[in-house]
Structures are given as C-alpha cells and as structure tokens.
C-alpha cells in the first residue's frame, strides 16, 4: 500500500543509452512532480502535471521527456544519457489547492548512474 | 525568484543537545513553508509545515515558527536523538500561482551522536 512507488529503484546504463523512470501514485492527487537530486543533495523541480497537463518545464534538456498517461502515473523518458545525468530522480504527488496548504508526497527516489 | 537558504552543514550534536538549523527565504508571493527530512537510502518525508505568518508546525518534538518579518522558518529541536540524524530541506511554495512545485535549500546534514 505504498503511496508514490517508483521503478527501478536503482539504475546502471552507458553514456548514450535511453531509459525510462516509472512513478504510480495511490493517494488520488492530481497533480505530479519529478524532482532532481545531484551529488551534493541539492533539490530540483523539472517538472509538474496537474490532471495530465503539463504545468511545470523547467530548463532541462529536451533529452528529457515527462508523459503521464493518467492520473496516477508520470513517466520520465530519458534519450541520449549523459554521464551528468547521473543522480537521484524523486517522484511526488500533491493535491492542487489554492492556498498552498497542500502537501507533497516522494517515492523513494530512482538512483541513475551513468557509465 | 523565489530562494530559500540554510545554514551549511554537517551539524554534529551529542544526544539530548538542543538542535536549531536556520532557514531564510526571499519569495514572489506569499508563501507557504514546510520543513522535510530524508533519512539515509530514502525519500522525502515532510516534518512540519505552516501556511501563514506566525503559524508555529511542529511534529515529533521539532517545531519551527513562521516569521514574516525575518523571512524566516528556523527548526528547533529541544532534546537530538541519534534517530534524528538525516538531512533536513527547508522548502517554500507560493501561493495563488500555477506553479505548485516546492523550492528547496541545499539541505543541512544533521549528525547525533550517542
């Protein structure tokens, strides 16, 4: 009865490889998020989903590519991997609520090392 | 932008010492702020918010004060225990945007020691 799950949880690939990063989200939240997380534990946005819809494109390479088939699930795809994409990608929900009294909710983090 | 900072870590204390980690903010609207803690080989977990100006959140003996004046969300502990050693993220959001997404500091390792 996980809340946000991701898969893999830890991921090993070669400099040039595609791969994608799988999050699912049992809360009923409608809104979604992937987070990045470097070497020395600095948090950021890439991108957000409210009700399928992209809301949130930070500056991330094109490389990177979010889809979020339904509620529940956003996806991250990443074409062309660069050894500085080797970091930890955080999933999260959140309910949308004016106020920002909402909460997010992590996964457990997918740690990608790129060879 | 909006920018959140925290004192720099690693903050070593002995079990029971009194624990403060400060947290400074600058936002583009009001904003809401939340304190979240990873424990090692883990996600996220959120351990306090407060969504208005002199709110106090407080969870598991941790508590932190809004305070707009000083654009400020220092955590506070009374009494560290060794459980408690993680690395703790001031993060803010803003209000009456689209935006949504949590702006984070740069997280400050705390380390107790028995």
């Known amino acids: 009865d996980t809340a946000v799950s991701q898969t893999p949880k830890y991921l090993v690939t070669q400099m040039g490889n595609d791969k994608s990063i799988k999050c699912e989200q049992n809360?009923?939240?409608?809104?979604m998020y992937w987070y990045k997380q470097d070497s020395k534990k600095f948090l950021k946005i890439m991108f957000s989903?409210?009700?399928?819809?992209?809301?949130i494109n930070e500056t991330v390479p094109n490389r990177f590519s979010p889809k979020s088939p339904d509620k529940a699930h956003l996806n991250l795809h990443i074409n062309s991997l660069e050894l500085g994409d080797s970091a930890v990608y955080f999933c999260?929900?959140?309910?949308?609520?004016?106020?920002?009294?909402?909460?997010?909710?992590f996964g457990p983090g997918t740690r990608l090392t790129v060879l | 932008g909006d920018s959140v900072t925290q004192m720099e870590g690693p903050v070593t204390l002995s079990e029971e010492a009194f624990l403060t980690i400060n947290c400074t903010y600058t936002?583009?609207?009001?904003?809401?702020l939340f304190w979240y803690v990873q424990y090692p080989g883990e996600g996220l977990q959120l351990l306090l918010k407060?969504?208005?100006?002199?709110d106090k959140g407080s969870n598991k003996g941790f508590e932190a004060t809004y305070r707009k004046e000083t654009t400020s969300f220092h955590l506070e502990k009374g009494s560290v225990q060794v459980s408690d050693s993680a690395v703790y993220f001031c993060?803010?959001?803003?209000?009456?945007?689209?935006?949504?997404?949590?702006?984070f500091g740069s997280g400050t390792r705390l380390q107790v020691q028995p």
């Open positions: 407060a969504t208005k100006a002199d």
């Open positions: 936002a583009t609207g009001y904003p809401s």
């Open positions: 989903y409210n009700n399928k819809e992209l809301i």
């Open positions: 809360l009923g939240h409608d809104t």
């Open positions: 999260a929900s959140s309910l949308a609520a004016r106020g920002g009294r909402y909460e997010q909710f």
């Open positions: 993060a803010l959001s803003v209000r009456d945007t689209g935006r949504r997404a949590l702006t």
